[in-house]
């Protein structure tokens, strides 16, 4: 069953992962949307993180978990992005996802049914 989250990008500057050739390059809120709709339906950024570990066989195959159908779409609000990303993969993934491409950068606003 897929999930309503609602995250904010407060400074979309600073909006980025600890590991640049893995973090957002966007530049607005639909550009953010595209990178994070990408980074969800495919296994692509968590294949190239993956390989980036000491041991990319010991890496906990659900997180490159995807979903072909999971949408993004995103807003300018002032200063600030709000993304409303409609998936059914865990929370987990979501989250592993946005720190790759956000670092510490986003703030989970609420979670409601799809």
């Known amino acids: 069953m897929p999930t309503r989250y609602y995250i904010r990008l407060q400074d979309p500057e600073t909006a980025r992962g ?5 973090a957002f390059r966007a530049h ?4 953010f949307a595209d990178e994070l ?3 969800l339906r495919s296994d692509g950024l968590f294949e190239r993180w993956r390989a980036l570990q000491d041991d990319p ?3 906990d195959p659900a997180l490159g978990a995807t979903d072909p159908g ?3 779409s995103g807003a300018q609000d002032d200063l600030h ?3 409303v990303v409609v998936t059914a993969l865990p929370s987990a993934v979501l989250r ?3 720190h790759l491409l956000a670092g510490n950068g986003w703030q989970l606003r609420d979670v409601t049914a799809a």
């Open 96 to 98: 592993q996802r946005l």
């Open 81 to 83: 992005i709000d993304l």
């Open 37 to 39: 709709q990408q980074a």
């Open 28 to 31: 607005g809120a639909d550009a």
């Open 18 to 22: 600890p590991d640049s050739s893995l």
């Open 70 to 72: 999971a949408t993004v």
């Open 57 to 59: 066989d010991e890496v």
